[in-house]
């Protein structure tokens, strides 16, 4: 069965950076796009970016434009995101999602989610 | 960037009863819509894409409807395990994917 597997929550200082991991199997893991959304506390979904394992092309949301940089390691079936130049508002849970299809990029298979803290 | 409302923002329903969420985008998103339901603590899980294709094991009181900007999600005979939020999201016109700010279903 598909599973995504996310890396454990972090606590994380003002100004640091942060590396999330998204372990995939049950599928191949060339063959589906990976989103990343996130979700502060109490709010809702906001999509921060995609990546395409196969060949490792991203696209990214304005909003993260030159602070998030997403990865994978094929060998490892496992898409990374880094988010840099923490602050107080990323505060969030972060999930990678898989994408249906390189045509119709809804996900089907969410991870766990990794709560990521960012406090003095 | 497409938004997408919600409404109501919260939707206070008996179990048992019919519950009746919309979605409307500021563009047309032709089909490329789909539904999730969040619980706490839990990731979103896929209900509805294609506005109206119900996901692999999702009950058949889901039914999803509309195309270009207007959508609804109905739930018929709410059970006890439906009372969460509910996102919709377009897939149609990206960069970025969107969501809306999601309708909380809660116990009358």
């Known amino acids: 069965q598909v599973q995504l597997v996310q890396s454990g929550a972090e606590v994380k200082k003002p100004g640091a950076s942060v590396k999330v991991s998204c372990k995939a199997s049950?599928?191949?893991?060339?063959?589906?796009?990976m989103h990343w959304v996130r979700q502060a506390p109490g709010q809702g979904l906001e999509w921060m970016g995609i990546i395409n394992p196969s060949g490792g092309s991203t696209t990214y949301a304005q909003n993260f434009q030159g602070r998030v940089t997403m990865t994978r390691d094929t060998s490892a079936s496992t898409v990374y995101m880094e988010l840099s130049s923490l602050r107080s508002e990323d505060t969030a849970v972060y999930y990678c999602a898989r994408g249906w299809s390189d045509v119709l990029r809804f996900s089907d298979y969410w991870g766990q989610g990794t709560l990521v803290t960012v406090s003095s | 960037e497409v938004v997408l409302t919600q409404a109501p923002a919260t939707l206070s329903v008996s179990p048992g009863e019919r519950a009746t969420l919309s979605c409307r985008a500021s563009q047309s998103v032709s089909s490329d819509l789909a539904w999730y339901q969040q619980k706490p603590g839990q990731a979103p899980r896929l209900l509805i894409y294609?506005?109206?294709t119900r996901a692999t094991g999702i009950p058949a009181r889901f039914s999803g409807s509309g195309s270009g900007t207007e959508f609804t999600l109905t739930i018929t005979s709410l059970q006890s395990e439906d009372f969460a939020v509910y996102y919709c999201h377009q897939y149609n016109n990206w960069p970025p994917f969107t969501f809306g700010p999601g309708t909380k279903v809660d116990i009358k």
């Open positions: 294609g506005a109206s």
């Open positions: 049950g599928y191949s893991f060339r063959n589906y796009d």
